[in-house]
Nanobody, 125 residues
Framework: QLQASGGGLVQAGDSLRLSCAAS????????MGWFRQAPGKEREFVAGISWSGGSVYYADSVKGRFTCSRDNAKNAAYLQMNSLKPEDTAVYYC????????????????????WGQGTQVTVSS
């Protein structure tokens, strides 16, 4: 089971840190991904991190503002979001997958085996 938390209502320019807590199994051997879905839009990839934490990937829209990390000892992953913009408003989901590959592979939601319930992030202008 995965559970995303840490969302909230903030103003443009503020920061939030999302957490993804895993339970029921160890996800240290799984790649982790963060996705988001805004009202009326398709789900989109935000960031992904390899099982070891050695490789991290970002969508162009968040590169330089968001930082994805993980702590396998705590069975958790994080998404630090800085300089938030109104267009970052969405429900954010974390996901875990045991797929192979790198780069663009992390963008493929269908490759993730487990999905958490989302957490709402709302950025006001």
């Amino acid at each position: 089971q995965l559970q995303a938390s840490g969302g909230g209502l903030v103003q443009a320019g503020d920061s939030l840190r999302l957490s993804c807590a895993a339970s029921g199994r160890t996800f240290s051997s799984y790649n982790m991904g963060w996705f988001r879905q805004a009202p009326g839009k398709e789900r989109e990839f935000v960031a992904g991190i390899s099982w070891s934490g050695g490789s991290v990937y970002y969508a162009d829209s968040v590169k330089g503002r968001f930082t994805c990390s993980r702590d396998n000892a705590k069975n958790a992953a994080y998404l630090q979001m800085n300089s938030l913009k109104p267009e970052d408003t969405a429900v954010y989901y974390c996901a875990a997958g045991n797929f192979l590959g790198y780069g663009g592979v992390y963008r493929e939601g269908k490759l993730y085996n487990y999905w958490g319930q989302g957490t709402q992030v709302t950025v006001s202008s």
